[in-house]
């Protein structure tokens, strides 16, 4: 069968494309900048890939009208704060260009929604279903609470406040309770719902078996990764305290972070819509979705981030707007080095960032860093998904990645903390010889005093990071 696939760069998207060809399907990938999407070779045979853009009618054309089912994995949460509005439309763009198709089935992941009083994001999701259900086609809505896997938001975020805080003082809607799921099994049922005939027209909850407040889900994080945790709930914490609350302790961005807040005091818990017997799944633990996140993330086999998302960073401009690194009107910072071995100095380069950090001035690289969190930027906390790998689209740190080619031996990475212009980092094999050059175009007289009043530390900090990248290891 040939399957469209939409927000095939996305977290969900990544992991259920596997899944989809070893099932035998054709699938259709639909990004907005095919530039960062690096699918596994073993996986191009069975794959398309078109550029689309559902805020864009026109883009749709390129969608085949042979097309038998379709994945709708799309939403705009913490991109903007129009995001209401954005998923709207792009539904209704999405609905009309399926109608033109010949596809039988629309599968949407949804969130829970039982209660009278959304939040914005729930109510905007149920908004986002009421004008799928407008299709000509059948359409199966899964609805799905907190997701659980490596590199999820979820995840993520209660990684960052119980490996960070060994006590916590937090909102009062830590005793709201939720039905987490592993994405393991978010992936079963996306795939298995596939055209299951029985599930056509039809919405359903899913969930693992455990139903825990936020507070039991921190502290059995704590008991999967053998830390001692103490959490004290106050209500004098409101929703926005909380926003910047969860903002300065975890690598999310106030957006999400926001959107996150509103939703966590809406409790979601799973009905009894008999999706488990009816697929023949069994849902596993909150503890064994929390082990083999760990696992994956342990044997360095996490296989999409939230943090990739451009949503992460607020960042919706294609790639290529920004690889073409400008001269004319910019300050610029080149040193070369000569390289005593090539093979270990890319290397180097490839492991930047992250753990490892950025080889000279660390401390003033995690005070920028700082410094970014409290005007509202991204801050370093974003780190690497992978240690040893780097793609086009990646979040590495508080840059983006635009280029990455290991052979030729140049990573190109566009600033995206806080400044008064745009930056860019660009690494660059030429001969026997590293070509470092950092390029700041300035917006305004801000710009040019920021340029001036970084200048000073340019010479230890550069200077140092290319000498220890080429530099012959001891």
């Not at 853009?53 to 379709?70: F, H, R």
């Not at 004319?328 to 490892?356: A, L, P, Y």
Request: proline letters at 3%; a positive charge.
């Amino acid at each position: 069968m040939k399957v469209l696939l939409t927000g095939a760069n996305g977290y969900i998207g990544k992991r259920l494309i596997n899944t989809l060809v070893e099932d035998g399907h054709e699938v259709i990938c639909c990004v907005r900048d095919a530039k960062r999407f690096n699918p596994a070779e073993i996986l191009l045979p069975k794959i398309k890939v078109i550029e689309i853009d559902l805020l864009e009618k026109e883009s749709l054309s390129k969608i085949p009208k042979d097309i038998d089912g379709a994945y709708y994995l799309v939403h705009s949460m913490s991109s903007s704060s129009e995001y209401e509005s954005l998923e709207k439309q792009c539904a209704v763009n999405f609905r009309e260009a399926m109608d033109s198709t010949n596809v039988k089935q629309v599968l949407y992941l949804s969130g829970i929604v039982n209660e009278k009083e959304l939040s914005k994001h729930l109510s905007s999701r149920k908004n986002v279903e009421k004008e799928l259900e407008k299709g000509k086609y059948k359409l199966t809505t899964l609805r799905a609470g907190i997701i659980i896997g490596s590199g999820s938001a979820s995840f993520e975020i209660i990684r960052d406040l119980v490996e960070k805080l060994p006590i916590m003082i937090t909102p009062k809607w830590l005793n709201t309770k939720c039905q987490p799921i592993g994405i393991k099994d978010v992936i079963e049922f996306l795939s298995a719902a596939l055209f299951q005939e029985d599930t056509y027209g039809q919405n359903f909850d899913i969930g693992g078996p455990d139903i825990l407040t936020y507070k039991e889900m921190l502290l059995g994080f704590a008991k999967e990764r053998k830390l001692k945790r103490k959490i004290w709930t106050v209500p004098i914490m409101t929703p926005k305290l909380s926003s910047y609350w969860l903002y300065f302790v975890t690598s999310t961005s106030y957006k999400l972070a926001s959107s996150l807040v509103n939703s966590m005091k809406v409790e979601v818990v799973c009905r009894d819509s008999g999706i488990n017997e009816l697929l023949s799944i069994q849902p596993i633990s909150y503890q064994k979705s929390l082990e083999l996140a760990f696992a994956r993330i342990k044997n360095n086999a996490v296989l999409s981030s939230w943090k990739d998302a451009y949503a992460s960073s607020g960042f919706n401009d294609n790639i290529n707007d920004f690889i073409e690194v400008p001269i004319f009107g910019c300050f610029r910072d080149v040193r070369t080095s000569e390289m005593v071995d090539k093979h270990q100095t890319i290397n180097r380069i490839w492991s930047i960032g992250g753990n490892t950090g950025w080889y000279a001035g660390n401390w003033l690289w995690k005070l920028r860093g700082y410094m970014d969190k409290i005007v509202g930027g991204v801050g370093l906390r974003r780190g690497r998904t992978n240690p040893d790998t780097i793609q086009a689209g990646d979040a590495l740190d508080f840059w983006r990645v635009l280029y990455a080619n290991k052979e030729e031996g140049r990573l190109l990475l566009f600033a995206e903390m806080k400044l008064p212009g745009e930056a860019w980092l660009e690494f660059k094999i030429h001969q026997n010889k590293l070509v470092q050059t950092a390029t700041f175009r300035p917006l305004g007289l801000a710009g040019r005093l920021y340029w001036y009043s970084v200048f000073p530390f340019h010479g230890y900090i550069f200077k140092g990071m290319i000498e220890a990248i080429t530099k012959q290891k001891a």
